[in-house]
Each structure stands twice: as structure tokens, then as C-alpha cells.
């Protein structure tokens, strides 16, 4: 079905004439176009698209969310002097005040903002870089130490509940609907060994051990625009899953794809290493933000979050491999399994550092 752009982008208030549309970025789970305009006298200008994947969120609640969390940190932004429509995400409104677009066939569609002059990378960057991005997600952290998390919807129910992905993946072997089963055994294997992992964070959160915080929960490298001439953050984007969890879901994640030397899907798995250098420079960035607020059990499981994470999306990555691949976006049959298998390599080459990383984090 090919998809009307200029009919979409004609329901928001865009300045200038629409010219043309590119498929952009590198995520996984929503639809992304840079659409550019023309405009009398000046450069064209683009923005953002994203048609919002309704099968994982509810457009409405998603929406207002997101609104929520820019509002909020669009006023602690000027507060520090830093540059609003910058370093956080600005919402385009439909042309009738909405905060999204529904076509005739129930698609929803988002206008951002283009934020210019920045970069993502999708694999561990330089040290420089490494250091500014966990100052700016521990930065993030506190911005929104205050926010009233109540207010948001839990837009996906148990999104890191590390035991029910467990669940979901047994249920997937069990059912193996696509006969894929046989294929992935060693990766199986290699996840049902480390059950032990699932409830470490689970049991205790919400404790004062480890509390409840709003948290960004999708850390992941390529979802904060880096400024290349300074190597420093813009801004945190793919707000789509901020709602309350524990910090270390975001300290675990972003180590997870930031200080692996390959990128996610990475087949040559001899590639696909911790790097420590990269590790210490996020951690160092990170702890100068929130060092002062965490709990000594939080700063304990500081170095244990980055496998947490990754096994826990490693899981994920397998399950929708013998599902089907109805979650993930690939670009073939056995790509999720690929990821997978990069994503147990990862912890592998951790649980040979993690003593050499509780040194660092101390
Ligand atoms: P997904 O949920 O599918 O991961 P994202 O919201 O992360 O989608 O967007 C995908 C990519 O699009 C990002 O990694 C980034 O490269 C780019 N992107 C998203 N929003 C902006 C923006 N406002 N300005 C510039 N680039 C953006
Ligand atoms: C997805 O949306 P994106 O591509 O930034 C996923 C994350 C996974 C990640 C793995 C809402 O992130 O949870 O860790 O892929 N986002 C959602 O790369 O499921
Ligand atoms: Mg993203």
C-alpha cells in the first residue's frame, strides 16, 4: 500500500510547501521520515514524521505522555539556559490543535521538530562522547527527578519486568509457531542458563533500595542526537517508553549498545566486545550527575544492569525470532536471531569483566 505523504503531512501546521520524503533513521519500532518543505526566500526546511506503532502503543495515552515530559522539561530547560526547542523534543500540533494525525485507515501519524546539526552513532563512539552522553542521561534523570509520574500512562505494562520476558520466551519455544526452534538452539540454551538474572532488579524495585524513578527506558546510543563538533548531547529522544522504573534500566541499556564495539546486528561475533575504556568514560559522565542521589544498592548494581539489559533484550530479540518477528523490524528472516546471538556474546565478554567493572563504578 503505498502511503500518501503530502496528504499526511497536509493535516499539520507546516510552514511552507512540501517538496519531498526520505525514510530515516535507524529505529526499531516506528515508522520515520525526514519530509522537507520549501519556503518563500529561505532554505527548505524539514521535519520529523513517524507513523506510531499501534500495535505496541496506544496513539492517545503515547501522545500525551510525550507531551507531558517535553512541557515539563522545555521549563527546566530555560531554567538552566539551555535552549528549548533543542534539547528536547518540540510536538508539530495537527491543524486542528492535536497532538497526532489518524488517517482513513487508522494509521497515526507525529510530527516532530527536525533537530539539525546533529549525529547518532550506532555503536560505541570515542570516550569524549561516551562521557557526555551518561552525563546527559544522568542529566535527564535528574531533570525529572521531580515530575509527577503519576500523570503518565505505563505505556507498556512490565516493559522491563526482566522475569515476564523470561516467561514470554518459554512460551515462544514451547509454541515454536514458525518451526524456528531447531535453528536457535544454542542461543536457547544460552538464555535458559541465566535465569538466575531475571529478578536481581524486580525484587527489589520500588524498595528504598532500589525506588522507583522516572526513567527513560530506551537509552539505547541512537536515541540522543550528539553535536559532531563538540561531541556533546542535543538531545534525548524516543521518548515513547518514559515512565517510572529504576535507573538502572537506563544506566544498563545505554551500556548495553553504547560500549559494544559492534553495532547491534553485528554477525562477525569476534567483533562484538564490552569495551572498559568506553564503559568508564559513560560511567564517569553518568555518576557526575546522579552520583549524589543513588542508593549504594543501585551504585552496587551498576555493573550487573548492563548484562541485565542486555540479556533481557537478547531475550526479546530470540523470542520474536520464533514468533515470527512481529515485534522487531528486520530486513530478514534471521536477523532477530542475529541480534540474539550478538547481544549473548556481549554478556559472555561482561561476565569476564564484571569484576574489572565494580572496580570502576567504585
Ligand atoms: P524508533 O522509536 O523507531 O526508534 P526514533 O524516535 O528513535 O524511532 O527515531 C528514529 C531515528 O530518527 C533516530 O534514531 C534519529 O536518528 C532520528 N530522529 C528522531 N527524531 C528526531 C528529531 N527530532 N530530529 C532529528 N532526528 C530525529
Ligand atoms: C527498540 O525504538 P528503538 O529502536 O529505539 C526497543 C527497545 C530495545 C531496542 C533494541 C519501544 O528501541 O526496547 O532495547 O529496540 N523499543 C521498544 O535495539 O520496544
Ligand atoms: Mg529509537
Given at each position: ?359 570502576i563504578v567504585k
Open positions: 500500500m503505498s502511503i500518501d505523504i503530502p496528504g499526511i503531512v497536509r493535516n499539520f501546521k507546516l510552514e511552507g510547501d512540501f517538496i519531498y520524503s526520505e525514510v530515516y533513521g535507524c529505529g526499531h519500532i516506528n515508522d520515520t521520515y525526514a519530509v522537507y518543505f520549501k519556503r518563500d526566500n529561505e532554505a527548505p526546511i524539514r521535519y520529523i514524521l513517524q507513523r506510531i506503532n499501534t500495535h505496541i502503543f496506544n496513539a492517545k495515552d503515547l501522545m500525551i505522555n510525550i507531551c507531558l515530559v517535553t512541557d515539563y522539561l522545555k521549563d527546566k530547560i530555560k531554567e538552566e539556559g539551555g535552549d528549548p526547542s533543542r534539547n528536547t523534543l518540540t510536538i508539530i500540533p495537527t491543524k486542528d490543535g492535536k497532538l497526532y494525525y489518524e488517517d482513513k485507515d487508522n494509521a497515526c501519524w507525529r510530527i516532530y521538530k527536525f533537530i539539525e546539526d546533529t549525529i547518532t552513532y550506532q555503536s560505541a563512539a570515542d570516550e569524549t562522547v561516551s562521557r557526555n552522553v551518561g552525563a546527559a542521561f544522568g542529566h535527564f534523570q535528574k531533570q525529572l527527578a521531580e515530575f509527577d509520574a503519576t500523570k503518565l500512562t505505563e505505556i507498556i505494562p512490565d516493559f522491563h519486568n526482566t522475569r515476564k520476558r523470561f516467561e514470554a520466551l518459554k512460551k515462544a519455544i514451547d509454541a515454536d509457531v514458525k518451526g524456528r526452534v531447531k535453528s536457535a538452539e544454542d542461543a536457547i540454551s544460552f538464555a535458559l542458563e541465566r535465569e538466575k538474572y531475571c529478578d536481581v532488579v524486580t525484587s527489589k524495585l520500588g524498595t528504598p533500595q532500589i525506588p522507583y524513578r522516572v526513567t527513560h527506558n530506551d537509552t539505547k546510543l541512537n536515541n540522543i542526537l550528539i553535536d559532531p563538533d563538540t561531541g556533546k548531547s542535543v538531545c534525548i529522544i524516543d521518548l515513547d517508553t518514559v515512565m517510572p522504573g529504576s535507573v538502572l534500566y537506563d544506566f544498563g541499556d545505554s551500556n548495553r549498545f553504547g560500549s559494544n564495539t559492534a553495532v547491534e546486528d553485528e554477525t562477525d561475533l569476534s567483533k562484538v566486545t564490552f569495551d572498559l575504556g568506553i564503559f568508564k568514560a559513560f560511567t564517569e559522565g553518568f555518576l557526575s550527575e546522579v552520583g549524589d542521589i543513588l542508593t549504594c544498592e543501585e551504585k552496587e548494581l551498576l555493573p550487573f544492569s548492563c548484562i541485565l539489559m542486555t540479556y533481557e533484550c537478547g531475550i526479546r530479540f530470540l523470542a520474536d525470532y520464533l514468533e515470527g518477528d512481529v515485534y522487531f523490524k528486520t530486513t530478514h528472516d534471521t536477523h532477530n536471531l542475529e541480534r540474539a546471538r550478538n547481544q549473548f556474546k556481549l554478556i559472555e565478554d561482561m561476565e569476564s569483566k564484571l569484576e574489572e567493572m565494580k572496580k
